[in-house]
């Protein structure tokens, strides 16, 4: 067909899964594009994840009994033979490869579980029980045992469990865009800023309307997220529903010294109450509600459920306050109808080259497994699989200057003195970092903020967001007023203050 884009597999939404598949796909010979609305990879449901990776242990005993209101009958549902359950102890044991295969940050950590009084205790014995299920070994400790680990956690605490390293965290955007550019070193195209608006099914394929120009393609692969239902219905081919809950998470400063790892109370149907230090060293409040929520872009964050978060915090930590809050945000998760505990990735029953890959949560912790199974129905869907002899698993990421030895960063310095330049001051974010950042993909304020971490301190782009926006003026050679904090019409400046001034003013 002339005139149009061209492809074997079209892979529709770049979050953790689509590019997952992506990289997974870039290893045999297959022309695949992955196309993504937004202005980067990661920065859907997957930007506002926690990036837990797990299959066991107390985060996901703690999850399961949260999430125990959803069902009927309100059970806590483990079922160690589900699908989901296989992939996340798939996909776990592989991580740590991965992660070093594409130098993305993954940390161990240990999870406690806090009782205050014997209902508390209660539901420790629940969360022993369900870790027994799951082959996860946890550990009693007295009151003097968690003060000794955590010494400024509430005295109100009459014992706790502990459970050893069952928990790795990812930045869950990291993850996806090193996925993303391994996937397009070896030959998968990305294409941002490309929202699909329509499909029709071919003979032999579809043709896909998007916002710049149509894309015929032989397979669909429907990574949507939040939106995997509208995309379905666009090819006329959607047998499932989507529900969000939302909630509301905090980050502190990270010279807030007072927790030394992952705490949470003693589990309850409906509610979370757990503090963890990221990657970075901020303490994150999980202390939100789930709440229910129709658009999955509803993401204000709200006075009230701050307040809610603080208080949630300061049942376990007292001395956590509202003045160490850098930044707030709102996440929405989301689940299918048809059944609540499994993820839908599978050939639709509508078109046999339609493929949906609908996660839930926890979505980041299956990627390696479900991508597999995606690329293996494509095989078994005719598409001829033919491995690369010369896939390249390596992904190199962007020099962090604040964490090199002396001599790599004077090496560094010296190849390139921009790398010597701090633009960010919280975070210690050079001007070379974030120029990489551009070369590689970045094109909004937000985009080099995940990338980099520039803007992601104490001050919040106090200091370094008018210089961030002038390198992206200058790299992208564009006006100063044509950068936009995340796309679309999300315009910094308006005006330059002259013109402004030289024009009359604002009327
Ligand atoms: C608060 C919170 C905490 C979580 N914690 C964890 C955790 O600790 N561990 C864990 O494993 N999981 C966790 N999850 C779940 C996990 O984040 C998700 O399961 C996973 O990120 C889903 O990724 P995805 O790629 O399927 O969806 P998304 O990240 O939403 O990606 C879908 C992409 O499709 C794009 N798109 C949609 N429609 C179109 C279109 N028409 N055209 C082009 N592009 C389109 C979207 O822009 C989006 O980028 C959490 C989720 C939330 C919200």
Not at 136 to 159: M, Q, S, Y
Request: proline share 5%.
């Amino acid at each position: 067909m002339e005139g149009f884009t061209e492809t074997q597999v079209l892979i529709i939404g770049a979050g953790t899964t689509g590019t997952a598949i992506a990289r997974e796909l870039s290893k045999y010979k297959v022309d695949a594009i992955l196309l993504e609305k937004r202005e980067d990879a990661g920065m859907g449901e997957t930007k506002a994840s926690h990036g837990f990776i797990y299959s066991g242990g107390l985060t996901a005993a703690g999850s399961l009994v949260m999430k125990s209101v959803m069902l009927p009958g309100g059970q806590t549902a483990f079922n160690p033979r589900s699908r989901k359950t296989q992939m996340e102890h798939e996909s776990i044991k592989e991580f740590p490869s991965l992660a070093k295969e594409l130098e993305v940050e993954l940390t161990r950590d240990r999870r406690l579980m806090l009782a205050r009084d014997e209902d508390d205790l209660k539901m420790l014995k629940v969360a022993e029980r369900i870790c027994e299920a799951m082959g996860t070994k946890i550990t009693w400790l007295d009151r003097e045992g968690i003060l000794e680990l955590e010494p400024h956690v509430t005295k109100n605490i009459i014992a706790g469990i502990a459970d050893e390293g069952y928990q790795l965290s990812v930045y869950s955007w990291d993850w996806a865009i090193a996925l993303a550019e391994n996937a397009q070193r070896n030959g998968v195209k990305l294409m941002l800023l490309t929202e699909v608006i329509g499909i029709k099914p071919l003979d032999g394929g579809f043709l896909v309307y998007t916002n710049r120009g149509p894309i015929r393609t032989e397979y669909i692969i429907n990574a949507g997220g939040p939106y995997a239902d509208k995309v379905a219905q666009m090819a006329g081919v959607c047998d499932f529903g989507l529900t969000c809950t939302r909630s509301q998470m905090l980050i502190l400063d990270n010279r807030v010294s007072l927790l030394n790892q992952s705490v949470s109370l003693a589990p309850k149907p409906g509610k979370v109450r757990t503090l963890r230090r990221t990657i970075s060293g901020n303490i994150q409040t999980i202390c939100s509600e789930y709440y229910p929520v129709s658009d999955p872009e509803d993401t204000t964050t709200l006075l009230k459920w701050t307040d809610e978060s603080i208080a949630g915090a300061q049942e376990m930590i007292p001395p956590i306050s509202k003045k160490d809050i850098i930044t707030s945000y709102v996440g929405v998760r989301v689940f299918n109808t048809r059944d609540p505990e499994e993820d839908i990735l599978e050939v639709s029953k509508g078109n046999p080259r339609f493929l949906n890959a609908a996660i839930r949560l926890p979505g980041v912790s299956v990627t390696p497994a479900a991508a597999r199974h995606i690329v293996d129905l494509l095989g078994n869907q005719g598409l001829e699989m033919v491995t690369k002899s010369d896939f390249d698993p390596r992904r190199k990421r962007i020099p962090k200057v604040s964490e090199l030895p002396d001599e790599e960063r004077k090496r560094l310095i010296a190849q390139d003195p921009r790398y010597g330049h701090i633009v960010c001051r919280c975070e210690e974010v050079s001007e070379g970092e974030i120029v990489e950042a551009i070369r590689r993909g970045a094109r909004t304020v937000a985009g080099v903020k995940y990338r980099t971490r520039a803007g992601m301190g104490r001050c919040q782009r106090g200091f370094c967001g008018p210089r961030v926006l002038e390198i992206l003026g200058r790299e992208l050679d564009i006006p100063m007023t044509a950068v936009t904090q995340m796309g679309g019409l999300s315009r910094v400046l308006l005006h330059r203050s002259k013109e402004l001034l030289e024009s009359g003013g604002l009327t």
